[in-house]
């Protein structure tokens, strides 16, 4: 911010909320953070929308190989950051290779779904804006311990439990969840 003479009066912002707190995450220290076990997957919620006044939320998501979400769309922004690994993203039906270093936006409300399509597991930083994929991750998800923690297989019956609750909670987060891709 300027002083300097006919300089444009600044917009006006509202002032600090002293009652917000600053938000520092360390995924592979604290044991506070919510680890999740979904699809195979563990996604670990950084920053929630609780943190950011429902702004946005970032996830940590630790995708073995094979794991990944299935084909799915939303009414948010979703950005991924690939930390590591290689995955195969299908945005609008068509596939794309992301390896380490790459970052990429997918737009409200478009299909997409991704998949590890390498022998090591994959690492992406996912940043949905506005917040609630880190609600219905945590009414769906199974805890466990840890980042890197694959999440109990699931039988059967517990697997029809998981697609069941999913199913009837898309709706409220803005989900729609699509059918499996065929080659």
Same mark, same amino acid.
């Given at each position: 911010? %300027?002083?300097?003479?006919n300089?444009p009066a600044p917009?006006? #912002?509202?002032?600090?909320d =002293?009652?917000r707190t600053?938000?520092?995450?360390r /995924?592979?220290e604290d044991?506070?953070?919510? +680890?999740?076990g979904?699809v195979? &997957?563990?996604?670990?919620?950084l920053?929630?929308?609780?943190d %950011?006044n429902?702004a946005y939320?970032? #996830? &940590?998501? +630790?995708?073995p190989p094979?794991?990944g979400p299935? =084909? +799915?769309r939303h009414?948010?922004? !979703?950005m991924?950051?690939?930390?590591?690994g !290689?995955?195969e993203?299908?945005?609008?039906?068509?596939?794309r290779?992301?390896s380490?270093?790459?970052?990429?936006?997918?737009?409200?409300?478009?299909?997409h779904?991704f998949h590890?399509v390498?022998?090591?597991?994959a690492?992406l930083l @996912?940043m @949905?804006?506005p917040?609630?994929?880190?609600?219905f991750?945590t009414?769906?998800g199974?805890p466990?311990? %840890?980042?890197? !923690?694959a999440p109990?297989p699931?039988d059967a019956?517990a697997?029809?439990?998981? #697609?069941a609750?999913?199913?009837e909670?898309? /709706?409220r987060?803005?989900?729609?969840l699509? =059918? =499996?891709?065929? &080659?």
């Amino acid at each position: 911010m %300027t002083d300097e003479p006919n300089q444009p009066a600044p917009a006006s #912002i509202p002032p600090d909320d =002293p009652t917000r707190t600053l938000t520092v995450a360390r /995924p592979d220290e604290d044991d506070q953070l919510p +680890h999740l076990g979904l699809v195979g &997957d563990t996604y670990t919620i950084l920053v929630s929308g609780a943190d %950011t006044n429902g702004a946005y939320t970032l #996830i &940590d998501m +630790h995708v073995p190989p094979g794991g990944g979400p299935p =084909p +799915h769309r939303h009414d948010f922004e !979703e950005m991924f950051s690939i930390l590591e690994g !290689e995955v195969e993203m299908t945005f609008r039906g068509e596939k794309r290779r992301l390896s380490a270093g790459e970052s990429v936006n997918v737009p409200s409300n478009s299909p997409h779904g991704f998949h590890n399509v390498s022998d090591h597991p994959a690492r992406l930083l @996912c940043m @949905c804006t506005p917040a609630g994929q880190d609600e219905f991750f945590t009414l769906v998800g199974q805890p466990v311990k %840890t980042r890197t !923690e694959a999440p109990p297989p699931l039988d059967a019956a517990a697997q029809g439990a998981f #697609i069941a609750k999913v199913q009837e909670l898309a /709706p409220r987060f803005r989900t729609v969840l699509l =059918p =499996p891709e065929t &080659d």
